[in-house]
């Protein structure tokens, strides 16, 4: 079955520190992975995409990466301010990219 | 530039009543969807178009009905408001549904309540 696992469900962080997000998925054909970040009230607004050839990629804070081998990837935020806080949602493309599962999301809270 | 824009933001419906989800985008993407998304679970697609007057079933169909009249609106409608559509609703839109390294551009999404 094809399935996008996100964990933790939920974290607090205090401000500054660094946190790693996690996500597992079970598609194939894998085309592509997004993480998405959805401020409270608001729509998912992408910060970055992993292809299959991809390890690491950075957007300012935010590092991702992904090991197509054991289908894993996670979103690394490097000292966090308190407009990291959102939801942060990993989707994957499969099937030639005309398919797409969304995981459920992490809710991150940064703390002052 | 408005991007991808979804009226209303929120809206209170009983059982049985219709009501339309209005999206519109100013991008030139042929490519338009709805979703809805539930506590605890991913985004689930409802229905999706790959240019005007082309539609077809997502995921999640049954209950709901769009069209396509043109390449900047895609409303939704519910036929029958049910308490089982409680939900938020996101609009969200591409180039083309073939451009799988593009990214889904979002509404700021509905909020509905169905009593």
């Known amino acids: 079955k094809n399935q996008v696992e996100q964990s933790p469900q939920s974290l607090i962080i205090l401000e500054g520190k660094n946190c790693t997000l996690q996500c597992n998925y079970t598609v194939s054909p894998f085309s592509n992975l997004r993480w998405y970040k959805q401020d409270t009230g608001r729509g998912p607004v992408s910060l970055t995409i992993?292809?299959?050839?991809?390890n690491t990629k950075s957007n300012g804070r935010y590092t991702a990466t992904l090991d197509a081998d054991t289908k894993q990837s996670s979103l690394h935020i490097t000292a966090s301010q308190l407009s990291d806080s959102a939801s942060y949602i990993c989707?994957?493309?499969?099937?030639?990219?005309?398919?797409?599962?969304f995981g459920a999301g992490t809710r991150l809270f940064v703390k002052a | 530039n408005a991007g991808v824009t979804q009226t209303p933001k929120f809206q209170v419906l009983k059982t049985g009543q219709s009501m339309t989800l209005q999206c519109a985008q100013d991008m030139n993407h042929e490519y338009m969807s709805w979703y809805r998304q539930d506590p605890g679970m991913g985004l689930r697609l409802i229905h999706y178009s790959v240019g005007a007057g082309i539609t077809d079933q997502g995921e999640v169909p049954n209950g709901y009905n769009v069209s396509r009249s043109t390449t900047e609106d895609f409303p939704l409608r519910l036929l029958s408001a049910a308490p089982s559509q409680t939900s938020v609703y996101f609009c969200a839109s591409k180039y083309r549904q073939s451009s799988y390294n593009s990214p889904l551009h979002f509404g700021n999404g509905t909020r509905l309540t169905v009593t």
């Open positions: 992993m292809t299959f050839s991809e």
């Open positions: 989707v994957v493309t499969y099937t030639g990219g005309f398919k797409t599962i």
